[in-house]
């Protein structure tokens, strides 16, 4: 429970208090995740209210935080839905080899959700420590757009300082080991504005990185009481769309080393792929948005404890929860595997109209809001790989291997992504979950420091902007439709 005096910002005390606070929209009354039952006092209802709010949530004193950042009269309120501690997604399975240098290595994965890290031996390879925590910045926004309006017009020193500020916490295991180094990876904008640098020359023509190179400087530039100080290398991104994250998947899975056609994908909040086909590197990155992480959805939520991450019909709905918990909210994959569910169950029309909202579980629904957020995504990311593999006039069935990369990948069904058509059905036995491709390339270079083939990789690649591609929306539109393809 919470006081709350007249005047004060709401949002502000609560993203202090509630450090996983959901605010998938930058608190600008879009996707109602904010959500405050006021137990004493009262507050108006706005309009944001009544479109995200039935009338008995409101009778219920329920309201939206982030429309009250003046507070209309003292009260006490209690927040009602909290991001719980997020499943690592990481390198399990990761077997690196050793060197001869003394010490540990720290790699770290900036992802848009959810920043990971990792601390490994330097002379065994050995994983010692890995740890996650939902990005601070997802406060302004769950989507990079919204990040870099906010930077550009803020300045982008806050949204480093919140970064930085909940790295520096997770450090603190990790302070009486011998750090010789950190590399750190993610899209284009998370790297810029890990460094401070406003992103906006990746958002307007020409579409250029005012990072260019691997950034080398020391941790006392970012964490100054940090003792004793180690060296920071900063990977570069490949260009405004395709960032250090999806070059450290490349360089994990050796996609220039294999005589095979192979592509790698990343179905997170920044959708991008690459595809590796007779010695050609095509890259894009498809605007998809934050659905398949669960953002801008009506009851969507992270890879928590407690996720619907599966879905099946028999007479009724029947749900898998990560951990087992108790349903809190509905994870990337779980709105997969819904929307999956009710097409085999011909309860959802391929043109993605629904009838009626869907309750799962008590206050956990799919809207037609949500269905429509999914075609969205869906069908950017399926326009994306037709424009890439026709860059490289590359058939499906020339694709002997798919990198399904990310923690979307973790728990969903090859089968659903061929079901919805995010996937051709021709490339479903190529299919390889893959993981935490970014933060596994990482792991290794932290490791090896092979910069000539990382480099090389970056001048490799050849971008496809969809923005300006002269196919991308008649494939968009052709892909809107939820179905198989071929």
């Not at 005012?210 to 060296?231: A, G, H, N, R, T």
């Not at 991008?272 to 086909?277: D, I, R, S, T, W």
């Not at 002997?400 to 995010?422: K, Q, S």
Request: include cysteine.
């Amino acid at each position: 429970m919470t006081k709350f005096q007249k005047h004060e910002d709401i949002l502000e005390i609560l993203l202090q208090k509630h450090l996983n606070l959901d605010l998938s929209c930058g608190g600008r009354g879009q996707c109602g995740k904010c959500r405050l039952q006021v137990t004493k006092g009262f507050l108006p209802v706005t309009d944001a209210e009544r479109k995200l709010l039935s009338k008995v949530q409101l009778a219920q004193g329920i309201r939206l935080a982030c429309q009250h950042r003046n507070c209309e009269a003292a009260i006490e309120g209690e927040l009602l839905y909290e991001q719980g501690d997020m499943q690592i997604v990481g390198v399990e399975d990761l077997h690196l080899v050793g060197h001869h240098e003394e010490g540990c290595v720290l790699a770290v994965d900036v992802g848009t959700t959810t920043v990971v890290l990792v601390l490994l031996d330097i002379q065994t390879g050995n994983v010692l420590l890995e740890k996650s925590f939902l990005n601070p910045q997802r406060r302004y926004g769950g989507d990079v757009i919204s990040r870099i309006q906010h930077a550009h017009e803020k300045g982008p020193a806050l949204l480093q300082k919140l970064l930085l500020k909940e790295l520096r916490a997770q450090l603190k295991a990790v302070e009486d080991m011998d750090i010789r180094r950190m590399c750190v990876c993610g899209n284009a904008v998370m790297t810029h504005l890990f460094l401070g640098i406003d992103p906006i020359p990746l958002a307007a023509a020409p579409y250029e990185c005012v990072q260019k190179e691997l950034v080398i400087c020391s941790s006392k530039q970012f964490f100054p009481d940090f003792i004793p100080e180690f060296e920071i290398q900063v990977l570069p991104p490949i260009s405004a769309y395709v960032g250090s994250d999806i070059l450290m998947g490349i360089y994990a899975q050796d996609m220039e080393k294999n005589k095979q056609s192979s592509l790698l994908l990343d179905l997170g909040t920044n959708g991008e792929l690459a595809l590796y086909h007779e010695g050609m590197l095509i890259l894009s990155s498809a605007a998809c948005g934050p659905a398949f992480e669960g953002g801008n959805m009506s009851c969507g939520c992270g890879a928590v404890t407690g996720a619907v991450s599966e879905v099946h019909w028999e007479n009724g709905f029947r749900l898998q929860t990560i951990h087992d918990g108790k349903p809190v909210g509905i994870c990337g994959s779980g709105y997969l595997s819904l929307i999956s569910c009710l097409l085999t169950a011909s309860l959802l029309d391929v043109s993605g109209y629904l009838n009626q909202h869907v309750t799962l579980f008590d206050g956990l629904t799919l809207t037609q809001k949500d269905v429509r957020e999914f075609q969205l995504a869906k069908a950017a990311i399926a326009a994306a790989l037709e424009r890439v593999c026709a860059g490289a006039q590359c058939s499906y069935e020339q694709i002997e291997a798919v990198y399904l990369a990310g923690g979307f990948g973790r728990h969903l069904h090859v089968e659903d992504l061929c079901i919805t058509g995010i996937l051709p059905t021709a490339l479903k036995q190529a299919v390889r979950i893959s993981g935490n491709t970014a933060l596994k390339g990482c792991c290794r270079y932290a490791l090896e420091q092979n910069r000539t083939r990382m480099e090389l990789l970056c001048k490799k690649g050849h971008c496809i902007l969809l923005a300006s591609d002269t196919g991308f929306s008649d494939a968009f539109i052709s892909h809107m439709l939820l179905e198989p393809y071929t």
